[in-house]
């Protein structure tokens, strides 16, 4: 199952409202043609009357063209590529709005890890990201990838329409987000392992003298802080005699295939790895 870690109920909340400006707009993955980066940096070449940065966090093969496109647009003073960073919550402690172009997603982390910091969220209309995001209440979801269109939406964002709204547009932002923390607690990792125990149970519990009954697929890419969370949630001396769990990496260029090989070295008999390169 996939899930994401949540803050403590009684911990201090990191974000608080924000008066202060340049507004900050976040992205979180790797430089991709599938995650779309290009089109929310044409999208800040429309907004340059907005006081805003946008910051990307992440490597691929696609940063020198970003960065070549952000030098043409001449937005080297708007739009940062940050490159890899392993303190991604400090990161969307200092933003405003979390933003997600991608062409294609499956129940993306990144998105539930803005909405588990209170953010809102500016996101492509496509499945996975509307399983988990409302539209007007925990962000917008935009239909197309037309700079155009999340320009829109992201001027929706910051602006009041015709000089004043009902709520306040940092008002807004905050209520957004609140809701988007409390939508989240459904796919935390303590619900998704409750979860999958509870079906493992369910269609184990017939005496199968050791059959292997049920075979997992785990799609996996570039997962390396999650994956051992993901496998150990198979790890039940009563459930993995009758688990065949394979893992299919999708060319994964961090630690996450490394990381599966322990599972196989440990429990030969219920993981295997079936590598191929992403498409």
Sequence with gaps: GVGVPLPEETAPN?????????????????????????????????????DLR???????????????????????????????QENI?????????????????????AVMEAMAAGLPVIASDIRGVNDL???TKGGYLVQG??????????????????????VPRDVRRNLMGEWNKKRVKQFSTQVVDQQM?????????????????????????NVAPYIAQCLDSFVDEKLLPALDIVVIDDGSTDA????????????????????????
């Excluded at 946008?54 to 970003?66: A, E, F, P, R, S």
């Excluded at 493992?200 to 003298?209: G, H, I, P, T």
């Excluded at 295939?257 to 599972?263: E, L, N, Q, R």
Aim: glycine residues 4%.
């Design 145 to 166: 990838f037309d700079p155009e269109d999340y320009a829109v939406k992201i001027r929706r964002m910051f602006t009041e329409k015709d000089a004043e709204s009902a």
């Design 256 to 279: 996450t295939a490394h990381i599966v090989k322990k599972y196989i070295n440990r429990f030969p008999e219920s993981f295997r790895l079936v590598s191929q390169e992403n498409g």
């Design 197 to 221: 125990r509870a079906l493992y149970q369910e269609v184990l519990q017939e005496d199968n003298a050791g059959a292997k009954v049920l075979t997992i697929a785990v799609a996996a890419y």
């Design 14 to 50: 990191a974000r608080v409202m924000r008066e202060t400006t340049p507004k900050m707009l976040l992205s979180v993955g790797e430089l991709s043609a599938r995650k779309n980066h290009q089109l929310m940096i044409e999208a800040m070449a429309l907004l340059r009357d907005l």
């Design 89 to 109: 919550s400090e990161w969307l402690a200092r933003a405003d709005c979390f933003v997600l172009p991608s062409y294609q997603e499956g129940l993306p982390v």
């Design 133 to 135: 995001i409302e539209h």
């Design 54 to 84: 946008y910051v990307i966090c992440g490597t691929g093969d696609k940063q020198k063209m970003l960065q070549q496109r952000i030098l043409e647009l001449g937005l080297e003073h708007r739009v940062f590529l940050a490159g890899y």
